[in-house]
């Protein structure tokens, strides 16, 4: 009895401790001349990288349909997408109106329960570190002149969108560099989100008994006979 006790009591423990865990989700957009990148990392306690994704510049492909394509690092694994498997697959489902109907219900299905697993994880999240710096130069100076307030009005309402859902630890760093009679653009856009992962757990949960109840909002997906 003792023992089973026992056993119970740690449980209990380490669940709590493994739901006090906090997760760390950075979001980093780096653009200098014609270089970019795009990096997702997901770390925890002292920045051990649990899950790193960087996506580098997207290249258009030339053919019968401009294409974008490009090669996803998560880790040391390289994944390139697969542009002519994706354009056969678009060119069929066009010709057959009920393949690309299915296929409609299915994305709409999906991004239906992707949007409430983010409404139930937004709400648990924090912003830890928000910085967004610009610095352009369109050549002439009436013209980056005339573009730095719209710059500076186009962040502002992003950052106000943020604020409304999400807490901000510390306020966010936003920056706007013109350079008069020059032509460059560079981006170095960081921001870092963090959950406890207890509530990751629970989103995960109440999604799973969503899809299972069959809730509203989660159609049942069936093949056109």
């Not at 648990?124 to 610095?135: H, I, N």
């Not at 510390?170 to 921001?191: H, K, L």
């Amino acid at each position: 009895m003792n023992v089973w006790l026992s056993g119970i009591a740690a449980w209990i423990l380490v669940s709590y401790f493994i739901s006090r865990i906090t997760l760390y989700i950075k979001l980093q957009y780096k653009r200098q001349a014609a270089d970019d990148y795009l990096l997702i990392e997901v770390y925890t306690y002292k920045k051990i990288v649990l899950y790193s994704l960087q996506v580098p510049l997207l290249q258009i492909t030339q053919g019968m349909l401009p294409w974008l394509e490009t090669e996803v690092h998560s880790g040391e694994e390289k994944i390139t997408t697969h542009v002519e498997r994706e354009k056969r697959f678009v060119h069929k489902s066009v010709k057959d109106p009920d393949k690309f109907y299915d296929s409609v219900r299915i994305v709409q299905y999906y991004t239906r329960m992707y949007n409430q697993f983010m409404k139930n994880i937004m709400q648990s999240m924090q912003c830890e570190k928000l910085e967004w710096r610009t610095a352009y130069g369109l050549g002439d100076s009436a013209l980056t002149a005339f573009f730095y307030g719209i710059i500076w009005m186009l962040k502002g309402l992003l950052v106000t969108n943020l604020r409304e859902r999400f807490h901000f630890r510390q306020p966010p760093e936003i920056r706007v560099a013109p350079f008069f009679g020059e032509v460059q653009f560079r981006v170095d856009f960081r921001c870092i989100f963090s959950i406890k992962l207890g509530n990751l757990i629970n989103a995960t949960l109440r999604m799973i008994n969503e899809r299972q109840g069959g809730g509203s909002g989660w159609p049942n997906i069936r093949s056109r006979g």
